[in-house]
Structure formats: C-alpha cells, structure tokens
C-alpha cells in the first residue's frame, strides 16, 4: 500500500475519503485568506500586488508598506496555517491517531495551495513560506529545526530571503521522507517543495544572475516618494509663476515710463523753432 499509517489504522475507504475531502475543501479556503491582500486592499487601499514584485507575500508587503500592520500579516498567516494543521488532525485523530501526521501533510499541502492560488483573489496568491514555515513547526520539530535552520542561516549570512526560502523547498522532502518513512507523507512533501520552488522560480533565476535584491530594513516606498514629489511640484509650481510675471510686469512700468518721457520730450521741429 501507498501509505502504511493507512493500513494500520483500519479506515474503510468511505470514511477515509469524506475526511480527505472535508479537511481539504476547509484547508485550501482558509489558506485563501490571504493577509497581505486582505490588509493592503481592504486598510491601506492599496493592493501590495500592484507594487514591489508583485507579490502578495510577507517580504513585498513589508518593503512596500512597512509599520506595525506587518504584524497583522504574518499573524493571519500563521494563524490559518496553525488552524488549518489542527482541524485536520482532529478529525484524523477521531478516525485514527496513526492518521493524524497524514493528516498534517495533507492540510498542509491545501492551506498552501489555497495561499498561492487563492480563488478568492483571482488566483495571485503569496509564496508560501511563512505559512508553510508555520506548517513545518506543527509537523514535527526535527522537520521545523531543518527548514527553519536552513532558512535562518541562510537568509541571514547573504541577506537573500528567497535563498533561504529555495532551502525550505529543497529541504522539506528529504527530512519529511527521513522522519516519516512513509511514501504518501513523502509524496505530498515533495509537491509542497516543489510548489514552494516553483514560486520562486523568478528567484532563482535572478540569484543565478546576481539580481536578486537583498532584505533590507524598511525604506520608504517608491509610491510615497512620487506623491512627495509631486506635492513640491505643486507647491513651486505658484512660485515659479509669480517670478515669470514680475518681468512683464517690470517691462510694462518701463514701457509706460518711457512713453511719458517721450511725450515730455520737444520734437524735432519745436527743437529748430
């Protein structure tokens, strides 16, 4: 059989698939609300996707728009990632506690899916790696300790977030496969990783061409340096105005002045008179 924790615990078909079916269904629309959309479009009315990479994720959020509403995103995200891992294992603990790491990766695998490519928000979801960040610490803390290792490490010595985010892709196989040793855990831990690398694609190819910007404490966004911008434009626009009409105004006093001293003036012929 694929999976021997579904042969050990005793499940009929029937009931293993209503389960399979109900936990993704909820997995996948709870990993659909996604944080950094819901705070840009709906608090600061400005989509996050319009600006940066593109992005709906933590990273672009925070270089964009920065301030404590950061917070708020990285807590929705792990929240739906946390609720989404204990919801499935309840539900697999009811039919089976053998189930219940099962049942981990396959929530696992839907919340992430859902953040990626939320129906929701026409598809363009984040990149998964702080919700599968929060996922990896509710599986197994020797699975948490490689990805999250890695990741910090890293992301830390090269200042590159997507290096280390390549790392928990990479990675997240291999140590599921060593701790588990069961072929279905494996398999969804391979489509896990290979949905975060595919993500990051961009990525890779702009580290392999020395590219790829480096994280940075946050800098004020390039939208607010436009509208800064164009406030002094406004702002000099009536000072260069009234300094362009102070010379007309200065040719016409001379104008007028010389008009009067021209009428003062005798003419030719009074002169000869």
């Given at each position: 059989m694929l999976s021997q924790m579904i042969q050990q615990s005793g499940v009929t078909g029937g009931w293993l698939a209503l389960a399979a079916l109900g936990t993704a269904v909820v997995s996948y629309f709870l990993g659909c609300f996604n944080g950094a959309v819901v705070v840009s479009r709906y608090i600061l009315r400005d989509d996050v996707?319009?600006?940066?990479?593109?992005?709906?994720?933590?990273?672009?959020?925070?270089?964009?728009?920065?301030?404590p509403l950061t917070l708020a995103v990285i807590l929705s995200d792990v929240v739906k990632a946390v609720v989404s891992v204990l919801?499935?294992?309840?539900?697999?603990?009811?039919?089976?506690?053998?189930?219940?790491?099962?049942?981990?990766?396959?929530?696992?695998?839907?919340?992430?899916?859902?953040?990626?490519?939320?129906?929701?928000f026409q598809f363009r979801g984040g990149k998964g790696i702080l919700s599968g960040g929060a996922i990896a610490l509710m599986l197994d803390w020797r699975v948490a300790l490689v990805v999250w290792g890695g990741f910090l490490i890293l992301a830390g010595i090269t200042k590159y977030v997507?290096?280390?985010?390549?790392?928990?892709?990479?990675?997240?196989?291999?140590?599921?496969?060593?701790?588990?040793?069961?072929?279905?855990?494996?398999?969804?831990?391979?489509?896990?990783?290979?949905?975060?690398?595919?993500?990051?694609r961009g990525n890779i190819v702009r580290l392999v061409k020395?590219?790829?910007?480096?994280?940075?404490?946050?800098?004020?966004?390039?939208?607010?340096?436009?509208?800064?911008?164009?406030?002094?434009?406004?702002?000099?626009?009536?000072?260069?105005?009234?300094?362009?009409?102070?010379?007309?105004?200065?040719?016409?006093?001379?104008?007028?002045?010389?008009?009067?001293?021209?009428?003062?003036?005798?003419?030719?012929?009074?002169?000869?008179?």
């Open positions: 996707r319009s600006h940066g990479s593109g992005n709906a994720g933590l990273t672009n959020f925070y270089r964009t728009f920065g301030g919801f499935s294992a309840w539900i697999a603990g009811i039919l089976s506690p053998v189930l219940v790491p099962l049942g981990k990766y396959w929530s696992g695998l839907f919340c992430l899916l859902g953040h990626m490519y939320p129906c929701t997507s290096l280390g985010s390549c790392w928990t892709g990479l990675s997240f196989p291999f140590v599921s496969g060593f701790v588990y040793q069961d072929t279905l855990i494996t398999l969804m831990a391979v489509l896990i990783g290979g949905l975060i690398l595919w993500k990051h020395g590219t790829e910007s480096k994280f940075a404490l946050h800098k004020k966004a390039p939208s607010e340096t436009v509208e800064e911008a164009l406030d002094q434009r406004e702002e000099s626009a009536p000072q260069a105005e009234e300094e362009t009409e102070v010379p007309d105004e200065t040719a016409e006093a001379g104008g007028k002045e010389a008009e009067r001293d021209g009428d003062l003036q005798p003419s030719d012929g009074e002169e000869e008179a």
